[in-house]
């Protein structure tokens, strides 16, 4: 089940990198495999398919990449400015929550629109499904809060560990070519 779509977003990869070889262009390495994992997470994790890697203007991507800095840049703070006014880079990271949140309602939609067919309900195909499935036992003590809070970590955790470690990974064997081959 997951395979195929796994294939999918790793040609879209490869045609990326392909045209900027074709091109003699350079990639941003770490840039293109944050966009990877996105498109990986969103599929597999959400059944949503988001395409990062083919939309330089993608507005999950676009939001993702100012939430990190701003977290660096609030915990590295001597003082909480932030709790007692607001600078443009809050107000941004402000509105990029925002614009995040409304991204993971629609994806939480559309899986909702999803499990209205039995079957789908009775075997969730992916782990928002099932998320979804288990809050709406109303014994599960699930919120629609603690969905949504499980959407944004995925997206944020999938994003930057996973793309990091791949360009370390890559990187490295780049360097080793020995263990490489």
Known sequence: V????????SERLAGRWGRAADAGAPIDLQADLMRYTVDTVSG??????????????DVI????DKIFPAIFRRIMAAVPTWRYWKSAADRELDESVAAIGVAIRDFVAAARKRLEDPA???????????????ADDPQSGITPGEIDGNVLTMLLAGEDTTANSLAWAIWLLSKHPESLA
Do not use: C, W
């Not at 997951?2 to 977003?9: C, D, G, H």
């Not at 597999?44 to 203007?57: Q, R």
């Not at 991507?61 to 993702?64: K, N």
């Open 2 to 9: 997951y395979f195929p779509s796994l294939v999918k977003v």
């Open 44 to 57: 597999l994790a959400f059944g949503a398919e988001v395409n990062t890697l083919e939309s330089d203007d």
């Open 61 to 64: 991507q676009r939001h993702l």
């Open 120 to 134: 789908r309900r009775a075997a969730p195909e992916n782990l928002l499904e099932a998320m979804i499935v288990a």
